[in-house]
Structure formats: C-alpha cells, structure tokens
C-alpha cells in the first residue's frame, strides 16, 4: 500500500510486486498443474536474481549512509528490512501454493514423494541410480575445522547441510556440507510407474536415501541433512588496469563474481537450532544477510524443466508459430522486403523467417556485408551458424558484442571469440555503454547500387527466447530508416560518429529529448482542446524525468493508458496526481517484452516500437533504437495488439496506489485472454466460399 502524496513508488517494492503477479500464476487454479510449478520456478529465478543485483547494489550503497539516502531518496537500512518482510509473506504464499500443488498432483496420479515414502521396489530403483549416477557427482566438505566456510558455497547451487552424530553422545557431532549435482544431474527422479500412477522423486532425497553411503566410514549413528542455498553480490568489478584488454576485465570480473559477498541464505524452516547457530557462526553471517526460514527444498529454478508427464491438460497446449502470410514459402525474402514493410511478432510467429533471412544473405552473391548488434544469442545460435556461413561465402560480417550482458557475459566471451575465428570483425560495445539495441543491415549490391535492408527489433536475436517472450521485428529496406541504422553501426565502429536522426530516437543521445517532444505535443494539443493520448507498453517505467512529464501530462488532460510488466514507479489512478493515467500489467505463459508508444498527435498518430525501457539507465547510459512504424497495416495491427490488453478480464492487473495487484474486470461477460486473442489475430481466417443456388 502506498501513501497518499508519494510521488514514486520504490523501485525494488514495485518489482516484488511484479514478482507477486508471477506467484499468482501459480496460485491460480486455472492454470494447469504442471504450468504452475514452472511459475513457482519463475518465482524463485527471479527472486534470486533479484537479490543478485538490486539487494547487493543497496548492500553496497549502506556503507555511504546519508551520502545513500540522499541519493536514493530512502535509507538503504530501512528499505532492506521491508524487502525482508515482503519477501518473508511471499515466501510463505510461496509454500503454501507448493503445497496446494502437490495435493493437486497427487489427484491427477503424480506423486512427488520424499525419501520416507519409497516403497520397497522404489528404494531398490533409488538405490541403483544413486550408486551409477549419483555418487560419483559427490564431493562431501567436512566443516568442523573450518573457520569460515562461506566461501565454499557457490552462488546459484544446493546444498545440503550434514549433521553426523551419535546418541550416546560419546563423540562430537560432525558438520558436512554436500552439493546436490544438478549441473550434471536432472532434480527430479521419475520413479518406475505403477498402474496409472506417476511417482517423483527429488535428487535431494535421493542423496538423504543413501546418505550412509557417502559416510560409510564415519562412525555415527544418526545423520540429518537440510536444503541451505547462499546468494552472492553479482556485480561486475572491472579494474582499470590499462596493460588488460576488456575481454581480460570481464573475464576478471566474472571469477570475482563467484567470491561476491553473500546477500542472503535460504535455510529449511525445520533445521535444528544448533545445526543453524554453526551455521550463522562459521559463516559469519547475521540479521542483515536476510537469512530466510524457507521450505524443504530450494533452488525451485529447477521446477521450470519439471517432467512432462500425466495427462496433457496439465501443461498448456504447445502453440505452434505461424508463418507470416507475406514470408510463407517465399524463396527471396529481399523482393518481399523491397517491396513493402514486413512486422514479425513473436512468439504467435515463426523467428524462422529472421533465420531464412540471414541464412539466405550468407549465400546470396549480391551481399556484401551484413552488420549485427548481439546481446544475448541461444545456446546453440542458429543467428551465428548464419554469420559464420557468411564469412564463409565472402562476406564481411561485422558483429558488435555487448560483454556486459548480465548473466551471458562467459556466453557472449565465447561467442566473440567463435566468430573472431572465423574472420568476422567483432566490436565489443561501446566503452562507457551498454549496447541494448536489436538491429542487423545487410548491404546488398543491387544494379550497381548499394541498397540496404534492416532489421530493428524489441527482443534478443535468440531462437530459445521467442519461443516464449513476445517481441517484434521490423523489416524494411525504407532509406529513411536503413540511412539511419547504418549511422547507428557508424557509432558502435567509430564512437567520435555520432550522426543526426529525423526517424529513429536513438539513445543515449537523443531518444530523451525526442520523446519528451512527443509528450509536450500530446500537452499543447490538450491545451487547445484538440484529441490528445499517450498509450506505452514497457518492461519497465522507472525513470523520475519521463515520469513526472506524465503526469504534468495527465494534469492537463492527456488520457495515458500504459501496459507495464514489471517496475512500475508512477502511481497510478491517484485522484490528484494522475487521474488521467490508467496502468495494468499482463502476466500469462509468455513473458511480455516487447516495448510500444503510440502518440495520438492530433488524430496523426506516431508509432514506435523499441529495445528500450524507460528507465535511466536506457535512456542515458545505455545505445537504445525506437524505430517509428510508417506503414498503416502494420501500424492497424499494433493497435489491434495494444487493444486486446484492455479487452482482458482474465490476466491483467490493474497497478495502482494500492499496489495489490488486484485482476482487472470489464463490462464484458466473455471472458477476453489477451495472449490467446493476439494468437487468433495472427491465425489465418477460414474463407466460407460462396454458394450461389441456380434454380431452373
């Protein structure tokens, strides 16, 4: 709940209540069983990584007390300790929702069980796949004489904690700590079928089955083994040691990553007390370290990768990608561009045409370069087995790789060096930014001309994502846009290249001002009484600028809807502060990520669609593209796409000063899910021929 009168809602509290949208998911009942769990798995990544970057950064920032608070407009302390208590409820709905799941599961014969439950012929399995698989990925650590253990337990990893003890007390207890190998392992066990029955078991309780095994030689009687997991700080470091190359200081940076401090220990709620007092102590750990009483089991990341298994209603129907009618069984992608504007969405539609796309301009004879931007790419890139075939064929393929990307930095490492191999040219960003944009330009010889075709999107060049975020991609030879683009690759090869645009807003130079233009149109149009809107969809509204011209928008009569995702720090539906300002947020199967703003520009209406939130860090510290949407169809299509999140009356939340995330209703009783009308929109319409009755 937010007071009256507060102007932001903070950053951090607002994205735990994106992450609560996400909980929902798997407290609904609607959703089937199985797409629960992967929600409580969603929760969990999240959550992690949320206490990764955002809890370690306020960590950080304690040590400058007032220096902090007057910078972030809150005392880090005092923030920390209500992130504590929310995260604390949360957990708790968390656990119950488990709870509910596994009842549900047990209904529908899937039975995730523990290690007290095994029959007999069910411990005989366990006992045979521990002694083949699982024990030799153990490496137990014994940890009486260690005076500081925390150091040996890696971030992202489970372990169980080990008591070994003896009744009589005639030897001291001895401590272990084991991790659960599900680098190596799959978490879950399915166990032989009986009947129609499925059984479970988790790699955890396998181990706590056969944990004599491991400590045959150790002369106890008892042994009690509970889930702990450390989070650690994952900021970066990057030294300025001027004889290293930057690929050197990340590669630095990402070792140091892995001693970062601790930020929080998940614990199970049922540990013993003196189990976790040698905890605490040996690590050297207290109250600030947000120490979190969790459930049996942690690291639920794992349950995103749950087994398919039972019936098929309990996982969403698989959605298969459509073609787009103007790509479908075309062998020249370039004719289909020349000609007209070409919008992919993902994932209602194929990312294959992108790969059709630069798989053809790797052989055709009339390219000559193709020019990339890569932020994060798949596992195994089908984007970069095109670029290389490129080389291959003659090309000059010129790749720049941002080495900053969280989390993919060792992918993007490996990735730059695969293609620099090869003989691509690889620029690794822009020194002093973060380069966010989606954009490739291929430079094809046509007639004795160069001509150019691009690509601007609002998602990564990554054929595992699309399947599941929703993203857009523009094709288009247009000069007004490919002109640009191209002056945008001037930038990232020559950084002192920063050219003049009258089409694209381009960050971190210009994007700011240019839309803060488009607002005070939208004000000086509601002034003069002339229609006057402003409709986002963003991951993210943070920045403090951007927001308060919204709302001296609103104050002068401009309806603003937003669709936001994730942080929303403008508080919305306030009866003074924004009372022309609506805001919800649409959490369903797929992550929305694509980034939209329409300006109604006096019944003109200016489309763009863009890699950038509005956040800080998007608009002045990082290389952003919007590219504005000039084609009518494509725009009408936009529309009809923003318009199906205002029909939902099933996934979306209104976010507002109470910050509850209470589900939005309409006046509708049909019951409108904006993610399946958007995939109906894109699905072919059936052709009722017309019958013409001839009567003699």
Known sequence: MIKKGVLFINRELSWLSFNERVLQEAEDTTVPLIERLKFLGIYSNNLDEFFRVRVAT??????????????????????LDKIQKVVIVQQRKFENAYQNILKELHQNNISIINEKQLNFEQGVFVKNYFTNKVMPALFPVMLNNTSNFSYLLKDKSNYLFIKLGRTDKTKKNKYALLEIPTDSLSRFVVLPKE??????????????YCLKKVFLNFECDFMEAYNIKLTRDAEIDIDNDLSKSFIEKISKGLKDRKKGQPVRLVYDSQIAPDMLEFLMKKMKLGKEDNPIQGGRYHNFKDFISFPKIGDKELSYKKLKPLKHPDLENKPNIFKVIKQKDVMLTYPYQSYEHIIDFLREASVDPKVQTIQ????????????????????????????????????DEEANIYWSNKMQEEGAKVIYGVPGLKVHSKMFLISRKE?????????????????DTARTYTDHSLLTSDKRITEEVGKVFDFYTDNFKIGKFKHLLVSPFFMRKELTELINIEIQNAKKKKPAYIILKLNNLVDDDMIKKLYKASSHGVKIKLIIRGICSLVAGDKILSKNIEAISVVDKFLEHSRVFIFCNNGNEKYFTSSADWMMRNLDHRSEVAVPIYDKKIQQQIRKIIDTFWEDNTKARILGIKQNNEYRKTNSEIKVRTQDAVYNLFKPKKITPNIEICSN
């Open 372 to 407: 990339i931007t890569l932020y994060r790419v798949a596992k195994n890139s089908t984007i970069v087995q095109a670029l290389i075939n490129a080389i291959k064929n003659g090309k000059e393929v010129i790749a720049v790789i941002e080495l900053q990307a969280r989390f």
């Open 195 to 208: 009947n129609e029955k499925h059984f479970i078991i988790l790699l955890d309780d396998v181990i706590r």
């Open 58 to 79: 306020l960590k950080r920032v304690m040590k400058f007390q007032k220096k902090a608070t007057e910078f972030m407009g809150e005392n880090p302390a005092v923030l």
């Open 447 to 463: 007639n004795g001309k160069i001509v150019q075709y691009a690509h601007i999107g609002t998602g990564n060049f990554n054929g």
